[in-house]
């Protein structure tokens, strides 16, 4: 059969070449294989021969099996000199690969401790007492956290609040810890990463939860703390969802007692005096005997021993913050006393502290709690479930001591030793009154209604009804705080 080739000439008009010619059927050119191609053919010999296949070449003559060997040898010493030649360069090559790339992530985790502060955290350590407490704190890989959180799985989210997140960890030796995950891309948090962990260096209290160490090696710093079983006491106090708590009396006043022994030492007690700056039920955590653990000192304050405040930009949290350090900016002692008055109310209550729910002269519960009490009306607002025959009077002394932490004045409010002595005090008379009490039920809101506090501090400027216009103290103030200021959690 003929082949015919198309192409096309200079004026590109399509032409018909003249059929190519089979050679290796025509002429037979070959003394080997003959391979017929387009105007021309080539020859070759089968395997074992070696020529150029042509009849008026050297034709095709059969291999001498030993040169056949040879070659096949040659071949295979060839490639395996090529591919040794590959695994040495490879493996030599491997080393360099490996130690570029430990050194990249070296310099990725020096860059994340310098972004986490961690020379800020040095050179801060090296100018307090007490860094020798630092040194046993564990430093954690960023692996062992990973995997302890299940890669920070939402599963294990304990809490969220201002400075990060905290995660339900379980080490490798099955110990459960709480791991706090600062908030990736806010400029502040490396300092309140810091300054948290010089603050939780001075530490060492049964009430204060206990730092177990840390991990700067990461995008975002982590510190790991103990776990805390039952959760936080405003959960306890209000419910998660808000179904409310049936936490006993007694049990209220031993949390209310443990807590300001806390702050007290906190305040007098470290090398140097600490103030915590966010207290709040939610940051007071509960263990399993119901132990109170004061946690979270992101906002935290060290004051230096020749001072008695600190100028800072105002923190903390709406409903918990101190008026008085909301207009001068400048922090005291008395502002972690203004804010535990209030938990204390919160106990008494189990009302927030805080509630847009409630009409507009009830949002704040320090003014709603004060003006009752002036207005003897205490009754009124406690938690119905904490009345009992044997602690009216322990209702009525703890009543009488929130008022006092309120004030809105600084120097009329006790200090944090003064309210712990008080505390403790009424929980020994508390027993005996629990077990001799002779009160009957109806007495009881008579007691309640009829404050006996002759010392109580006045503490607004007006606690008339809602109704006549009346501008509470603490009500004006935390107008003025919620218009012009947003740092609460």
């Not at 790339?101 to 972004?115: H, N, Q, S």
């Not at 509960?286 to 008695?308: C, E, I």
């Not at 479930?385 to 322990?394: Q, Y």
Request: charged share 20%; with cysteine.
């Amino acid at each position: 059969m003929h082949k015919y080739v198309l192409g096309c000439n200079v004026l590109c008009k399509c032409f018909l070449f003249l059929p190519d010619i089979d050679e290796c059927m025509i002429t037979s050119p070959c003394s080997g294989t003959c391979i017929n191609v387009p105007g021309n053919y080539t020859c070759g010999c089968p395997q074992g021969y070696k020529g150029d296949g042509m009849k008026n070449g050297t034709g095709c003559t059969k291999e001498n099996p030993i040169q056949s060997k040879n070659r096949s040898l040659l071949l295979i010493l060839s490639m395996s000199i090529g591919v040794g030649l590959l695994v040495l360069l490879v493996g030599s090559s491997w080393p360099i690969y490996w130690g570029i790339k430990k050194r990249k992530y070296i310099e990725l985790k020096e860059k994340y401790f310098k972004e986490n502060g961690g020379l800020l955290l040095q050179q801060q350590l090296a100018s307090y007492h007490g860094v020798e407490s630092v040194e046993t704190t564990k430093i954690f890989t960023a692996e062992e956290l990973e995997k302890a959180t299940d890669n920070y799985h939402e599963s294990r989210i304990l809490g969220e609040g201002g400075y990060g997140i905290v995660y339900k960890g379980i080490l490798a030796d099955k110990k459960v810890v709480a791991i706090k995950k600062s908030k990736v891309g806010v400029p502040t948090q490396k300092e309140q990463f810091v300054n948290e962990v010089i603050v939780l260096s001075q530490i060492n209290h049964r009430n204060v939860v206990r730092l177990l160490g840390c991990c700067l090696e990461t995008p975002a710093p982590l510190l790991v703390y103990e776990y805390i079983t039952n959760g936080t006491l405003f959960d306890c106090i209000h419910g998660k969802k808000g179904e409310g708590s049936s936490l006993a009396w007694e049990l209220r006043l031993k949390i209310a007692a443990e807590t300001a022994g806390a702050l007290a030492y906190l305040h007098s007690s470290t090398s140097t005096p600490i103030i915590h700056r966010d207290v709040k039920a939610m940051n007071i955590l509960l263990d399993d005997n119901y132990t109170a653990k004061v946690s979270d000192f992101g906002a935290s304050r060290l004051v230096p021993m020749d001072q008695t405040q600190v100028t800072t930009l105002v923190q903390g949290t709406h409903g918990y913050l101190d008026p008085e350090y909301f207009h001068s900016n400048q922090l005291t002692q008395k502002s972690d006393v203004y804010s535990f008055g209030v938990v204390l109310m919160e106990l008494l209550t189990s009302k927030v502290a805080l509630s847009f729910a409630r009409p507009e002269s009830e949002r704040n519960l320090a003014s709603l709690f004060v003006c009752s009490m002036k207005e003897d009306g205490l009754n009124r607002i406690l938690d119905d479930t904490l009345f009992s025959e044997g602690n009216i009077e322990t209702l009525k002394n703890v009543a009488n001591l929130a008022e006092r932490c309120v004030s809105l004045k600084g120097e009329e409010r006790p200090t944090m030793k003064e309210v712990a002595s008080e505390l403790e005090g009424m929980r020994i008379m508390a027993k005996h009154l629990w077990e001799s009490s002779n009160f009957c039920p109806e007495e009881t809101v008579h007691l309640l209604g009829s404050p006996s506090n002759t010392n109580s501090v006045d503490v607004r400027g007006d606690c008339g009804s809602s109704t006549t216009g009346a501008t509470y103290g603490h009500d004006s103030m935390q107008i003025q705080m919620l218009m012009s200021y947003n740092d609460g959690r």
